[in-house]
């Protein structure tokens, strides 16, 4: 078995004031390979702050503990600033939630695709340009050319994220942290968006950590799943098994869900055990 990119054991991120401390990730333990990742729960259940603290890239103020965490062979507990410049966008790219805060609103959108591939590659600007025309023809962006020239105000939504995702992958990272990297996109958008992030990380043999609260989605998109509910992993299962979770709060998450094919009233509320929080993860169906 490939060594995993990703190996985290009991990931603890709390946060403090002069009143009281919070935990908002618990005693998180997972690994990533050359694969794609699905993380899903409600709002506030640690999982883009489980994926920020890969990269160091939490809100001031979080303390961030571990028994370990590590990127291949590089300790990013121990890893300081300068090694983290390194590995971001190097190694590991993040893709965010929405293009309209994440590009750079006075720069052209080639500019900013060249600036990500240089930082990364010491080459001359021409080299660098071509790359980035390849790459938005490879996220599937009609006259390059032109696009390239553009100001990010001046692009859909959807094109926008295409950009995001050239931009990210312009480096060649090892591993990707998408988070909810379609949920502002309408659903035929979105369907083309994932088609081309499964494609690149496919042929790149990329790792994917795919945030998102689609359940749908991400069973059909991820190859594994971890669901989350108050900063711990309740369950980490096969994507095509998801359906069929154990875990109680996975059902409660399931059954919440809107179908056409049953009419209800009102949707159910998911269940939540406080002794869940202490209680073992169900992995592949087993309790561990």
Same mark, same amino acid.
């Given at each position: 078995?490939?060594?995993?990119?990703?190996?985290?054991?009991?990931?603890?991120?709390?946060?403090?004031?002069?009143?009281?401390?919070?935990?908002?990730?618990?005693?998180?333990?997972?690994?990533?390979?050359?694969?794609?990742?699905?993380?899903?729960?409600?709002?506030?259940?640690?999982?883009?702050?489980?994926?920020?603290?890969?990269?160091?890239?939490?809100?001031?103020?979080?303390? !961030?503990?571990?028994? #370990?965490?590590?990127?291949?062979? &590089?300790?990013?507990?121990?890893?300081?600033?300068?090694?983290?410049?390194?590995?971001?966008?190097?190694?590991?790219?993040?893709?965010?939630?929405?293009?309209?805060?994440?590009?750079?609103?006075?720069?052209?959108?080639?500019?900013?695709?060249?600036?990500?591939?240089?930082? #990364? #590659?010491?080459?001359?600007?021409?080299?660098?340009?071509?790359?980035?025309?390849?790459?938005?023809?490879?996220?599937?962006?009609?006259?390059?050319?032109?696009?390239?020239?553009?100001?990010?105000?001046?692009?859909?939504?959807?094109?926008?994220?295409?950009?995001?995702?050239?931009?990210?992958?312009?480096?060649?990272?090892?591993?990707?942290?998408?988070?909810?990297? &379609?949920?502002?996109?309408?659903?035929?958008?979105?369907?083309?968006?994932?088609?081309?992030?499964?494609?690149?990380?496919?042929?790149?043999?990329?790792?994917?950590?795919?945030?998102?609260?689609?359940?749908?989605?991400?069973?059909?998109?991820?190859?594994?799943?971890?669901?989350?509910?108050?900063?711990? !992993?309740?369950?980490?299962?096969?994507?095509?098994?998801?359906?069929?979770?154990?875990?109680?709060?996975?059902?409660?998450?399931?059954?919440?869900?809107?179908?056409?094919?049953?009419?209800?009233?009102?949707?159910?509320?998911?269940?939540?055990?406080?002794?869940?929080?202490?209680?073992?993860?169900?992995?592949?169906?087993?309790?561990?």
């Amino acid at each position: 078995m490939d060594k995993p990119l990703i190996d985290v054991k009991d990931l603890k991120i709390s946060f403090h004031s002069a009143q009281r401390s919070h935990d908002a990730v618990r005693g998180v333990s997972f690994t990533i390979g050359r694969e794609k990742v699905g993380i899903v729960g409600e709002s506030g259940s640690g999982k883009s702050l489980t994926g920020r603290s890969l990269l160091k890239l939490t809100p001031k103020g979080a303390e !961030i503990n571990a028994t #370990h965490m590590r990127f291949k062979d &590089t300790d990013l507990l121990a890893a300081s600033e300068k090694e983290m410049r390194k590995i971001r966008g190097n190694y590991i790219s993040m893709i965010l939630q929405d293009p309209k805060y994440s590009l750079n609103p006075l720069m052209r959108i080639g500019q900013q695709i060249v600036e990500a591939y240089r930082l #990364h #590659h010491k080459a001359p600007t021409a080299e660098a340009k071509g790359k980035a025309l390849a790459m938005l023809e490879a996220v599937q962006i009609r006259d390059p050319e032109r696009v390239f020239k553009l100001f990010p105000h001046e692009v859909s939504g959807g094109m926008g994220q295409r950009i995001m995702i050239a931009m990210m992958l312009i480096p060649e990272p090892d591993l990707i942290i998408a988070d909810e990297p &379609t949920s502002a996109l309408d659903v035929t958008v979105r369907r083309q968006v994932l088609t081309i992030l499964d494609e690149l990380v496919t042929r790149r043999g990329t790792g994917l950590m795919f945030i998102s609260h689609d359940l749908n989605l991400v069973a059909s998109f991820c190859d594994r799943v971890l669901v989350m509910n108050a900063g711990r !992993i309740m369950e980490d299962l096969p994507a095509c098994e998801l359906h069929n979770a154990c875990h109680p709060y996975t059902r409660s998450l399931l059954e919440s869900l809107p179908r056409l094919d049953v009419a209800v009233d009102d949707l159910k509320v998911p269940v939540r055990d406080p002794s869940w929080l202490d209680g073992p993860v169900f992995r592949n169906g087993v309790l561990a």
